[in-house]
C-alpha cells in the first residue's frame, strides 16, 4: 500500500519538534524582559535581542509591571534557563544587566547607542533574513578580548557561556547561518555589539557562471549562441560589489545546501547585517544576583575601609531581613495552631449539641409514651372510684352522698372523649379584637372632660352617645385636657 505524501504544515512541525527536543537538552536557556517603565523603542530593542538568542530563548515571554526579578528567578530553574539579560531605562541612560543563574555573577552595562533590526534592514539593497536562519544558534565571535585584567576575562566567559559551544569535528555547517560579533576597542573601552547572516557563494568563476548555478536558466533569447551569454559579461548586473579574496576564500570540508558550494570547493563566505547594533560600556560587575560585593566598577573607586564597612552595613541588612522572615513564619504557625484548636473546639461543641437534641428527642418519646400509658389506663377509672367510696366509709363511718365520686368520673371521662373524637384541624384560636376609635364627627361633646373612675395617667376613656355602646381612648398632650 503506497504511503501518503505529507503535507508541508506536518514537514514543518516535524521540524520544529526535533528542534525543540535538541534545544531543551542542549545549550543555555536565556529570559530576555524589561524593567520598570520604558518606551516604544527600548522595548523593540528587547525583542531585536530576543531575536539574536533564538532559538534558546522565550520569544514570547511577557513581563508585567507587578513581576519582580524573583518571579523570573523562581520560574528560571524549572525551564531550564541559566541567563537573564534585563533592560532599564533611568532619566540619563538605558542599562543592560547580564546575570547568570543561579548565583551570579551580575555585570551591567550602560547601552550608549543602538540600532533596531527594522533600520539596519531599510539601508541594505539586498537583505538576506529568512525565517530557517533562526532555528539554530548563532556563532560567536570575540575580538580584542585576550586582556589579563580580571573584568576582561569575566566578561569574556560571561559571553561565551551565554551560546552553546560548538564541537569543529562535528558540526554541520548547514546549521552556522548567523554569526554574532562582539568587539572591544581598548582605546574608548567601548563593546560593539553585531549581527550577521552567513551567506556561502561559490569562488574562482565568473560572474554569468555564478548566476547560471545560483538561479534558474536565464533568457537567452537575445543571444544567437550560448558562448555570447558567459564572454559578454557587461549585460549583467552590477549593482552589488564583488568583495571576494583571499581573506574570505575557504575550501568547504561539508557541502552545503546553498547551489554551486560543492565539497572541497573554493567558496567565498560573505556576511549581511540583520541587526540590531547595540555599543555597550562596562559599568560594574558584582556577586550573586544583584545583591553581593561589587568586584569591578569602572567609574568608583573605594578603600578598603569602605568597602568593609559597605560589607558589613549589607551583612547587617540581610540580618534583619532574616529576622523579619522568621518572625513572620513564627506568625504564620502561631495563626495555624489557632485555626487547629478553634477547628477542634468546633467539633466538639456541634458533637455536644447532637447528644443533647438526641437527649431530648429521647425525653419527649418517654414523655409520649407515659401519656399513652395514662390514657390506656383510664379505663380503670372506676374501681378507683370504689376504692374511694370504700376508703370514705372507713375513715368516716358513712355512706358517701349519692354521685359525689361518679359525677367526677363521668366529666373527665365526658372530657376525654370529647377531646379524642374533635379532629386537630377543628380547633380554632381567636385573636383579640382590637376595639375601633369612633370617627371625630360622631363623638359625643356632652361627655368630653368627664373622665372615668377607671382613668390612668396616660389616658381616659369617654362615654359616647346612646347610640354607640363602643369607647375610645384620648391621649392627653402638655397643656390640655
Request: proline share 4%; with cysteine.
Amino acid at each position: 500500500m503506497a504511503r501518503k505524501k505529507q503535507g508541508r504544515s506536518k514537514k514543518k512541525s516535524k521540524i520544529m519538534k526535533v528542534t525543540n527536543q535538541e534545544s531543551s537538552v542542549k545549550g543555555p536557556h536565556t529570559f530576555v524582559f524589561q524593567r520598570g517603565t520604558v518606551g516604544k523603542n527600548v522595548q523593540q530593542l528587547v525583542l531585536d535581542t530576543r531575536r539574536i538568542m533564538e532559538p534558546f530563548t522565550s520569544t514570547g515571554l511577557r513581563a508585567r509591571k507587578k513581576n519582580v526579578l524573583k518571579d523570573f528567578i523562581s520560574v528560571a530553574g524549572p525551564l531550564g534557563v541559566s541567563h537573564l539579560l534585563t533592560f532599564s531605562k533611568t532619566q540619563t541612560s538605558v542599562n543592560m544587566r547580564i546575570i547568570r543563574l543561579p548565583k551570579g555573577p551580575t555585570i551591567t552595562f550602560k547601552v550608549k547607542q543602538y540600532c533596531l533590526i527594522r533600520d539596519v534592514v531599510s539601508q541594505l539593497k539586498r537583505p538576506n533574513m529568512y525565517a530557517s536562519q533562526f532555528r539554530h544558534p548563532p556563532l560567536l565571535v570575540l575580538n580584542n578580548f585576550n586582556s589579563d585584567s580580571m573584568h576582561m576575562k569575566l566578561m569574556a566567559t560571561m559571553f561565551q557561556n551565554m551560546f552553546p559551544s560548538i564541537n569543529v569535528h562535528t558540526v554541520k555547517l548547514n546549521t552556522i547561518r548567523r554569526c554574532v560579533l562582539l568587539n572591544y576597542d581598548p582605546n574608548t573601552n567601548l563593546i560593539e555589539l553585531r549581527h550577521y547572516s552567513i551567506k556561502v557563494v561559490p569562488a574562482g568563476m565568473s560572474r554569468s557562471v555564478k548566476k547560471l548555478l545560483q538561479t534558474k536558466v536565464p533568457n537567452l533569447s537575445r543571444y544567437t549562441d550560448v558562448s555570447e551569454y558567459f564572454t559578454n559579461a557587461g549585460n549583467l548586473s552590477e549593482s552589488e560589489a564583488e568583495q571576494d579574496g583571499p581573506h574570505n576564500e575557504v575550501n568547504l570540508p561539508q557541502s552545503i545546501g546553498s547551489r554551486g558550494n560543492m565539497t572541497a570547493e573554493k567558496s567565498a563566505i560573505r556576511l549581511v547585517e540583520i541587526g540590531p547594533r547595540i555599543q555597550l560600556q562596562l559599568v560594574k560587575i558584582e556577586e550573586g544576583v544583584c545583591n553581593g560585593d561589587i568586584i569591578y566598577h569602572q567609574f568608583v573607586k573605594k578603600t578598603e575601609e569602605e568597602i568593609a564597612a559597605a560589607k558589613t552595613a549589607r551583612e547587617k541588612k540581610k540580618l534583619l531581613k532574616d529576622k523579619r522572615k522568621n518572625k513572620q513564619k513564627m506568625n504564620v504557625l502561631q495563626k495555624k495552631e489557632l485555626r487547629e484548636k478553634h477547628k477542634e473546639k468546633s467539633i466538639l461543641g456541634m458533637q455536644k449539641k447532637k447528644e443533647q437534641e438526641e437527649k431530648q428527642d429521647s425525653d419527649a418519646d418517654s414523655i409520649e409514651a407515659v401519656s399513652m400509658t395514662k390514657v390506656d389506663d383510664a379505663g380503670g377509672d372506676e374501681e378507683d372510684d370504689e376504692d374511694d367510696a370504700e376508703y370514705y366509709r372507713r375513715e368516716v363511718g358513712q355512706e358517701p352522698e349519692q354521685g359525689l365520686f361518679q359525677k367526677r368520673t363521668q366529666m373527665g371521662l365526658k372530657r376525654k372523649k370529647q377531646d379524642e373524637s374533635a379532629p386537630k384541624s377543628s380547633i380554632k384560636r381567636f385573636k383579640s379584637q382590637r376595639k375601633k376609635t369612633a370617627p371625630a364627627n360622631k363623638r359625643d361633646k356632652r361627655s368630653i372632660g368627664m373622665p372615668s373612675s377607671n382613668t390612668q395617667r396616660t389616658g381616659f376613656k369617654v362615654k359616647r352617645s346612646n347610640s354607640s355602646k363602643k369607647s375610645f381612648k384620648f391621649r392627653k398632650t402638655k397643656g390640655g385636657r
